[in-house]
């Protein structure tokens, strides 16, 4: 079983400025995938970045990176130098990496503003 | 390679009246998976489908929701006899492997 938790329904940052969104999970499998998605308000999935578990090096793509705590089990997203069009809805999400695996398991979201 | 598509985006249904959801993968993928979105939730399994195949409903309500993944055609989500509480935004996605891409989405709204 799985779970994902984002305890900050909604966050705002100045544009141009570091904004960290949280995220913490539980699961009972051995290896595993992290992702962050974004939703903008046309409602499409966007995978932003993706983590695996078994690797210890943080995941960065562009102004995106995560801070991946494996015993603690919390994978934070930090966008930096935001931009307008990064508002969006933010969702964190865990699947298992075996074959058997395949229901993608998503918090509740956090509601990004950038604020010109 | 066109992505994962939908249609419609936006669906209408009274009461009472049955809805029908298309997903077509991105080519190539034999996997699709639909997800459900209520109101300021996250998406949750629904269903996975292999070609023919239903792999795993578990995440479907038992009654009046059915999926099929023909060999020919897109994948279909069908809701019978619609309530207000099937009111939501009905994804799928579809894979090759583990990885799943998602489609833009079906907004259902019961009326």
């Known amino acids: 079983a799985q779970t994902v938790t984002q305890s900050q329904p909604e966050m705002s940052v100045q544009e141009a400025e570091t904004v960290t969104l949280s995220c913490t999970y539980d699961t009972s499998e051995s290896d595993y995938y992290l992702f962050w998605y974004k939703q903008p308000p046309s409602r499409q999935m966007i995978l932003v970045i993706r983590?695996?578990?078994?690797?210890?090096q943080n995941a960065t793509e562009n102004r995106f990176s995560v801070n991946f705590q494996k015993a603690a089990k919390s994978f934070s997203l930090k966008i930096s130098d935001s931009q307008l069009g990064d508002a969006a809805m933010y969702f964190c999400a865990t699947i298992g990496s075996g074959a058997g695996s395949y229901q993608l398991t998503f918090g509740k979201g956090t509601k990004l503003s950038v604020i010109p | 390679n066109a992505g994962v598509m939908q249609n419609p985006r936006h669906l209408v249904r009274r009461r009472g009246q049955e809805a029908r959801l298309r997903c077509s993968p991105m080519k190539g993928h034999s996997h699709v998976y639909w997800y459900r979105q209520l109101p300021e939730e996250g998406l949750k399994f629904m269903v996975y489908l292999q070609k023919e195949n239903i792999i795993d409903e578990s995440g479907m309500p038992k009654e009046r929701f059915s999926a099929e993944f023909p060999k020919e055609g897109p994948s279909i989500l069908r809701i019978q006899q619609v309530v207000r509480g099937d009111s939501a935004a009905y994804f799928c996605a579809s894979s090759i492997k583990s990885e799943q891409y998602f489609g833009p989405g079906t907004r259902l709204t019961v009326t």
């Open positions: 983590q695996e578990a078994y690797k210890q």
